[in-house]
């Protein structure tokens, strides 16, 4: 079992950049991919960022490529979403998601095995 716990978020105005962070505690991560994801209102969860723990290689979602930069520290099991040039639409809960097994990174839009709770970042016009 993999705990993991969201922080950041808020209140930003369009055009600017904060950062999430999820903490995982559990299991070792080495052998998992680390995801985010997000869920507006009134639609479906998608896919935002994956990174693989063991080699930190990264796959985004067109819709914030360019703008968004997942990574993790291996000394505080913590991952990252650098958000920038935020846009209204990217208004979300945001989830942090963990997944043990190795998959294609186009497979984890459907969704990770571990889930947090979320945490809400609202960007103002």
């Known amino acids: 079992q993999v705990q993991l716990v969201e922080s950041g978020g808020g209140l930003v105005q369009a055009g600017g950049s904060t950062r999430l962070s999820c903490a995982a505690s559990g299991r070792t991560l080495s052998s998992y991919a680390m995801g985010w994801f997000r869920q507006a209102p009134g639609k479906e969860r998608e896919f935002v960022a994956a990174?693989?723990?063991?080699?930190?290689?990264?796959h985004n979602a067109d819709s914030v490529q360019g703008r968004f930069t997942i990574s993790r520290d291996n000394a505080r099991n913590t991952v990252y979403l650098q958000m920038n040039s935020l846009k209204p639409e990217d208004t979300a809960v945001y989830y942090c998601a963990a997944d043990p097994r190795k998959r294609l990174w186009t497979d984890y839009y459907d969704g990770m095995v571990y889930w947090g709770k979320g945490t809400l970042v609202t960007v103002s016009s």
């Open positions: 990174i693989r723990w063991s080699t930190g290689n990264t």
